[in-house]
Antibody
């Protein structure tokens, strides 16, 4: 059973950074793409970027380019998303999600397994 | 960026009803369209990928159709557990935009 377990809620000041973790189990970690998707209150989800561990590549939405970094630690089957220069508009639930394309397949950018979400609140 | 327009934004229906939700892309996206269900406080759940392929474990009352710019999600006979919010999402090219959602409520 594939599971993605995320780190706990965070409260941050404007201008600071946050790093959210996503530990996976029940699958072969390094063989699937992982994306990060956020959802502001009352809004639709928003794709931020993704990583393809077996290609060693990352791909970010233009909106977040330069402000977000997605990494993985294969030894712990954990993916990370760091967002810098936080502002109040970054207040949202952040999700990690596994690409549905299949093991060792190029990502298709639809998501079959999701973490439980991490609430990040940015407030002075 | 490709824009996704989802309608209606909300919908009231009864158990047993047939319901259709539509999603329109601002330009052609072939069949790179996916549908998710989300309940309050929970992560989205994949229902349909590639416009019409049913994700494993999803009941057959859910179906998807369309190609190009116009897509539909149909629930053939609503069950109590289907009252939720539904999102479309394009996977044609970055950014992989989601629609604004359709909230399905009990009449």
């Amino acid at each position: 059973q594939v599971q993605l377990e995320q780190s706990g809620a965070e409260v941050k000041k404007p201008g600071s950074s946050v790093k959210v973790s996503c530990k996976t189990s029940g699958g072969t970690f390094n063989t699937y793409g992982i994306s990060w998707v956020r959802q502001a209150p009352g809004q639709g989800p928003e794709w931020m970027g993704g990583i393809i561990p077996f290609f060693g590549t990352t791909h970010y939405a233009q909106k977040f380019q330069g402000r977000v970094t997605i990494t993985t630690d294969e030894s712990t089957s954990t993916a990370y998303m760091e967002l810098r220069s936080l502002r109040s508009e970054d207040t949202a639930v952040y999700y990690c999600a596994r690409d549905g394309a299949g093991s060792y397949q190029p990502p298709q950018y639809y998501f079959d397994y999701w973490g439980q979400g991490t609430l990040v609140t940015v407030s002075s | 960026d490709i824009q996704m327009s989802q309608s209606p934004s909300s919908l009231s229906a009864s158990v047993g009803d047939r319901v259709t939700i539509t999603c329109r892309a601002s330009q052609t996206i072939s069949n790179y369209l996916n549908w998710y269900q989300q309940k309050p406080g929970r992560a989205p759940k994949l229902l349909i990928y590639a416009a019409s392929s049913l994700h494993s474990g999803v009941p057959s009352r859910f179906s998807g159709s369309g190609s190009g710019t116009d897509f539909t999600l149909t629930i053939s006979s609503l069950q109590p557990e289907d009252f939720a919010t539904y999102f479309c999402q394009l996977s044609y090219r970055s950014p992989y935009t989601f629609g604004q959602g359709t909230r399905l409520e009990i009449k």
